[in-house]
């Protein structure tokens, strides 16, 4: 590296010539350049990621709704999701592990990743009721594991709480390129020891 400062007085005298020189070669300067590489990237890296963080909020809070909406029916695009959530979804209700409503907490901000986590006790879980014209249906999140990662997703239960209208799952680390193909909408399923089984798919 090679710096040369030259400064020039109002007095036309020319001040002294400064010239430093660094062996680039040098082991010292290897480290040098690679510290201050580092604490560029992650000086740019952190800048981007705080500017970056409402939108992509925004963005992850509108996807949930687009997801709720699709079990029951509705596919809409992200921007569209928030209008036709609030027109769709008349309550959303927060239980604890014995079915008991916990108004104190909101279910929307309900993260199952978290919930699962903590004592029973304290456990919350959030149900969505929706309305469509005039049918009912309850939507419950689902969360579990995968073959090499979580799996979460959506179901929507009709108004008799034993068929599914609609079932949505997403994933974070499977193998690529599997896919879960099935059509839910009409199955049946029966609470049998504590358990949800299915009892018939068309």
């Known amino acids: 590296m090679r710096q040369i400062l030259k400064e020039e007085g109002k007095d036309g005298k020319k001040a002294h010539l400064k010239l430093f020189n660094m062996n680039t070669e040098s082991n010292s300067y290897t480290f040098l350049f690679a510290a201050v590489m580092v604490l560029v990237v992650a000086s740019t890296l952190a800048f981007t ?6 939108k ?10 687009q997801s709720i909406l699709k079990t029951i029916g509705i596919n809409t695009s992200r921007d569209g999701a928030e209008e036709l959530y609030k027109k769709h979804i008349k309550e959303e209700i927060s239980l604890d592990q014995k079915g008991n409503i916990d108004n104190s907490v909101s279910a929307f901000s309900i993260k199952l990743i978290r ?34 990662d979580a799996i979460w997703g ?28 099935f059509r839910s909408s009409g199955s049946k399923i029966y609470l049998k020891r504590k358990r949800f089984l299915i009892l018939k798919v068309i």
């Open 49 to 54: 990621a705080s500017s970056l963080k409402t």
């Open 56 to 65: 992509q909020d925004e963005n992850v809070r509108k996807e949930k709704m």
């Open 115 to 148: 919930e699962i986590k903590k004592p029973l006790s304290e456990q919350r879980f959030p149900v969505y009721i929706a309305q469509v014209e005039d049918d009912k249906y309850y939507v419950i999140p689902l969360r579990g594991a995968g073959l090499w």
């Open 154 to 181: 959506y179901v929507a239960l009709r108004e008799d709480k034993k068929t599914i209208e609609g079932i949505i799952f997403d994933h974070k680390g499977e193998t690529a390129g599997w896919e879960l193909k």
